[in-house]
């Protein structure tokens, strides 16, 4: 950890709790206590959606857990639609919104403006570990396999470079997982494979499309899409979550994701 910039992000609060012990011994443990938490934050803690007991407790409701409607949330209708749930469990979705409206204005095929409309939609929502391959089967039984094939790879192409159409490494990445990281094998292996099937390029167009850092007043609104997700994910007549699909619960798990049991 940088001492400068971690010292100098202290907040207030911190700073007149180390300055105020009393001897050297609590500055110290004041002083350990504040990195301890400054750790906590760097480790970004996986979850599953998010099931505690009231975290905020809304005025008036004194039941310790939800089930089923949880009054922080907006109310999904009882049939929802993909854009239902951009609207009212994704929003701001801006990453996702952002690599189609580029991958669009860059002249990609349809195909290719949806899988960078879906391909990291289950991060906030629902998980973010392995999210590939996570949002690659929530889509599976509404979209070309096309598609959900290149979101799933996705997952490990974005760690190699492909100097044949300028891809290259993140330089997020570099930021985020240090200059020395190395994917896992299972990543490298998924590579491997990925470059010799027919639709490697899929693939790797998702990830020439996806951005990585926020374009500063670009608002992009996913009624912009409903046409090409209209001719393009087929939506069931039941509603995300209740069409009896394989992946029906993942959806469900989104719509209410504080359910208790
Ligand atoms: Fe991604
Ligand atoms: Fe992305």
């Known amino acids: 950890m940088d001492r400068r910039s971690f010292l100098n992000n202290l907040s207030a609060a911190t700073v007149v709790s180390i ?16 990195l301890s938490v400054e750790l906590d934050k760097r480790i970004a803690t996986p979850w599953f959606c998010s099931i505690e007991p009231t975290p905020e407790p809304v005025a008036g409701d004194t039941r310790p857990w939800y089930q089923h409607e949880d009054p922080r949330l907006p109310v999904m209708p009882a049939a929802p639609t993909l854009i239902d749930f951009f609207k009212l469990r994704f929003a701001p979705a801006n990453h996702v919104l952002q690599s189609a409206r580029l991958a669009r204005a860059n002249g990609m095929n349809e195909k ?78 998924a590579w491997e494979e990925a470059k010799k099937h027919r639709w490697y390029m899929t693939s790797r ?25 209209g001719r393009n994910f087929r939506q069931p007549k039941e509603g995300l979550g209740f069409d009896g699909s394989p992946v029906a619960h993942m959806w469900r798990s989104m719509i209410w994701p504080n359910n208790f049991l």
């Open 19 to 34: 300055a105020g012990g009393a001897t050297l011994s609590d500055k110290a443990d004041a002083l350990e206590d504040a």
């Open 112 to 189: 290719i403006v949806l899988a960078c409309l879906l391909h990291d939609i289950c991060v906030g929502n629902f998980i973010r570990t392995d999210h590939g391959y996570w949002c690659a089967q929530m889509i599976k039984p509404y979209v070309d396999e096309e598609i959900s094939w290149a979101i799933e790879k996705h997952q490990a192409l974005r760690f190699f470079p492909d100097e044949s159409v300028g891809y290259e490494y993140p330089e997020a990445y570099i930021n985020f997982f240090g200059a020395d990281y190395k994917p896992e094998p299972y990543l490298v292996q």
């Open 205 to 229: 167009l998702i990830t020439l499309n996806d951005l990585y850092s926020f374009e500063e007043g670009v608002v992009v609104d996913v009624d912009d899409f409903t046409d090409i997700i």
